[in-house]
C-alpha cells in the first residue's frame, strides 16, 4: 500500500483525492474550505472558516470519511466489514500507523485551525457560538478516539505539539463551552446565521440549539458510569432547556454534498465493504421493515439479505462479494444525528429515573417509530409488539468459516419490570439500528460504553496478545510521529492521563463499565 502523504497547512488542512483506498497521489481541496476567493471579505472568511469546520466534524472529504467513520467507526462498532484482502486493519486489531493516525493527524489541525481563523476574524456571538459548538462536539469525538489529546493548550497556530488534556477535562470544558455558546444563541434565537455559511440548519439558531443540546446529552450519557451526578445533571439541562434536544426527523442534522456520498463511494463504488454480519444478522432476526432501505439484495438466491463478518483474513479476500452492500445513492443526505438518537439517549436517562419528560417505554417506543418514519418504512406498530423475535445466527455463505453464534437474544418489545440490563440492552440495540448510515463510530462508543449490542468478536484477532481472544478494541493508539514530535507531552499523557499503554486494549475514562469486556 502507498504510503499517505500528509499535507497540513497552518489553518486549513488539504484534503484527499478520490479513488480507491490504496491510491493517494492526487491532492483535492475540501469542497468546504475557504480559498482565496472566500477571504476578499470578512464575511466571505467567517462562511470558508466555518463550512470548513462542518466538513470535518462527519469529514466530507472521502479519505478522511474512510478512516474516521469506516475504517474505525464502522468495523469496530458492527455496521460494515471490509470484503478487500489488506494486510493490516483496523477490525483485526493490527492496523497500519498511517490508518489509526489519520484522524488525529488531520482533524485536529483542520478543524482547530478553521475555528482559530474563525474566532479571530469576527466578534459576531453567533457565529462564534455554531463555530465553538462544532469544535467542542468535535473534539470530545476525537477524545472518544484516542483518549487524552491536545486540546485547550493548543497555540494559535493550530500545532499539534501541545501538551494534551484528560479526558475528564475535555469533557469539563466541552460541557461549559456548549452551555455558554446555547445560552448565547438562545438569547438571539431570533436572528439568523448566515444561510451561506451553514450547510446543515440553514442559519437556523433553534435549530443549533437543540443539536447542541443533543450533543450534550449525548456527552452525558457517555460518561455515566465515571461520573453519573454530572451525567444526570447535565442530560436533564439539555432536555429541560427550553429549546430541548432533537425530537423531531425535520431537525435531524446532515448534509448533501454537493458531489458525493462518501458511503456510496467507498462501498459501492470503490466496492471496499460490505454490510456487517453483525446488524444483518439483528434485523433479519427481527424481520426488519427497514432492511430494503438499509441494504442492498446479496447474490445469494435463497438469502436475501446476507452479511459479510467483520475483521477477515488476507487469505479470505473477497469473501464477502456476494454479500449485502449499503443501499445508497451519490446523492443522499450525509447523516449526522437523528431524533431517534435523541429520543433513545432519553429514554435510557428515563430509564435511569432522569427527568426526561416522559417514561422510558413511550420514549422507547417514539424513538422506533421516528426511525421508521425518518427511512419511509411502514409496520412499525408490529415491530414494537414483537416479543419474540430474536437475532439470527451468523451462517458463512462463502464457506470460508466465519460462521459465528450470537451471545445474545433480545427481544424488541418492551418488558415492564424487566430487570434494568434487559430493557437497556433493548435501548442501545434499537438506537444502534437506528443510526445505521450515520457516524459510525457512534456505534462503537456505545458498545464500548454498554457491551450492547451483543456484537460477534472479530474474524482474526492479529493483535499478538494485545487483546483477549473474545475482547475488542477500546480506543486507537496515538500516531508514531507523537514519539517524534512531540515526545515530552506524548510520554506525559500515557504516563499519567492515559492510564495503560498506548494500544488498543487500554480504556478510556468514561470507558469502565464492570460488564464490558
Known sequence: MKRIQYIISVLLVSAFATGCIANYEKINTNPYEATDE?????????????????????????????????????????????????????????????????????????VFGAYTQLVSSTEDPIARSVAEIVN??????????????????????????????????????????????????????GSTLNANADIIYGGDLKKWVKFANTIKLRMAMRIVYADAAKAKAMAEEAVNHTFGVITSNSENAGYVHPSQNNYYLCCVQWGDYRAAADIVCYMNGYNDPRRSSYFST??????????????????DSNGGNLCSN?????????????????TFLRAEGAL???????????????????????????????????????????????????SAS?????????????????????IITQKWIANWRGTGIEGWFE????????????????????????????????????????SANYREAVSNLLGGPDNMATRVWWDCNPRTK
Not at 305 to 312: E, F, K, N, Q, S
Not at 475 to 482: A, D, G, K, T, V
Open 447 to 486: 458498545f464500548r460504553r454498554t457491551g450492547y449490542p451483543a456484537l460477534f468478536t472479530t474474524g482474526a484477532n492479529l493483535s499478538s496478545g494485545v487483546i483477549a481472544e473474545d475482547g475488542f478494541a477500546r480506543r486507537l493508539p496515538y500516531p508514531i510521529n507523537e514519539l517524534t514530535n512531540n
Open 38 to 110: 472566500h477571504v476578499v471579505a470578512d464575511d466571505y472568511l467567517i462562511q470558508g472558516a466555518l463550512k470548513t469546520m462542518l466538513g470535518y466534524y462527519v469529514p466530507s472529504q472521502e479519505h478522511q470519511f474512510q478512516f474516521m467513520n469506516i475504517l474505525c467507526g464502522s468495523t469496530l462498532g458492527g455496521y460494515l466489514a471490509e470484503q478487500k484482502g489488506w494486510d493490516l486493519k483496523t477490525s483485526t486489531y493490527n492496523p497500519n500507523d498511517e490508518w489509526a493516525a489519520f484522524t488525529f493527524e488531520n482533524v485536529i489541525p483542520g
Open 326 to 342: 449499503v443501499n445508497v445513492t451519490m446523492g443522499d443526505k450525509m447523516q449526522w444525528i437523528n431524533a431517534a438518537e435523541a
Open 136 to 189: 467542542v462536539a468535535t473534539f470530545v469525538e476525537l477524545s472518544d478516539i484516542y483518549g487524552p489529546i491536545p486540546y485547550s493548550k493548543i497555540g494559535m497556530d493550530g500545532s499539534l505539539v501541545a501538551e494534551y488534556d484528560s479526558q475528564q477535562e475535555i469533557y469539563d470544558l466541552g460541557f461549559e463551552k456548549l452551555t455558554a455558546a446555547i445560552n448565547a444563541l438562545t438569547e438571539r434565537s
Open 406 to 426: 450470537f451471545r445474545s437474544k433480545v427481544t424488541i418489545a418492551w418488558e415492564n419490570g424487566a430487570e434494568f440490563e434487559k430493557n437497556l440492552e433493548r
Open 352 to 402: 435511569r429515573g432522569w427527568n426526561m419528560g416522559a417514561d422510558a417505554q413511550s420514549l422507547y417506543e417514539d424513538a422506533i417509530r421516528l426511525s421508521f418514519e425518518q427511512w419511509g418504512v411502514s409496520g412499525v406498530d408490529a415491530y414494537i409488539a414483537n416479543s419474540s423475535a430474536t437475532p439470527e445466527d451468523y451462517t458463512d455463505l462463502s464457506g470460508k468459516g466465519y
Open 298 to 315: 446479496s447474490g445469494y438466491a435463497d438469502k436475501p439479505y446476507a452479511g459479510w463478518r467483520r475483521g477477515t483474513r488476507m487469505s
